[in-house]
């Protein structure tokens, strides 16, 4: 399975943008997907992320209320609505997926309880 991530831009602060992250193929173990971000100079960061089955939504703090996570079944893809964007909300963003074990919570914001990932797609917010 291959993650194809889309979407990526540039806009103005207080602007909009959508990612999403499509699955090559559908795969019956995929447990979660969410997505990562990294800055220039920084770590790579937990942005969102949903368990693919029994529920579950995490939001990085500076995030919520302005991000979205949604999921689409029929097309085995993830989708990132990003509102009320910041500068500091410039970063490559990154889509992953965890094949195996549902995370149990503690995981879902850990880049290493995810085992693959897309490409990384650039986000850059001017003020």
């Known amino acids: 399975v291959q993650l194809q991530a889309s979407g990526g831009g540039s806009v103005q602060a207080g602007g909009s943008l959508r990612l999403s992250c499509a699955a090559s193929e559908r795969s019956a173990s995929v447990s979660a997907m969410g997505w990562f971000r990294q800055a220039p100079g920084k770590e790579r960061e937990f942005v969102a992320a949903l368990r693919w089955s029994g529920g579950g939504i995490y939001y990085e703090d500076s995030v919520k209320g302005r991000f979205i996570i949604s999921r689409d079944n029929a097309k085995n893809s993830i989708n990132l609505q990003m509102n009320s964007l910041k500068p500091e909300d410039t970063a490559v963003y990154y889509c992953?997926?965890?094949?195996?074990?549902?995370?149990?919570?503690?995981?879902?914001?850990?880049?290493?309880?995810?085992?693959?990932w897309g490409q990384g797609t650039q986000v850059t917010v001017s003020s």
């Open positions: 992953a997926a965890k094949e195996g074990p549902r995370p149990i919570t503690s995981e879902m914001r850990r880049d290493r309880a995810y085992n693959m």
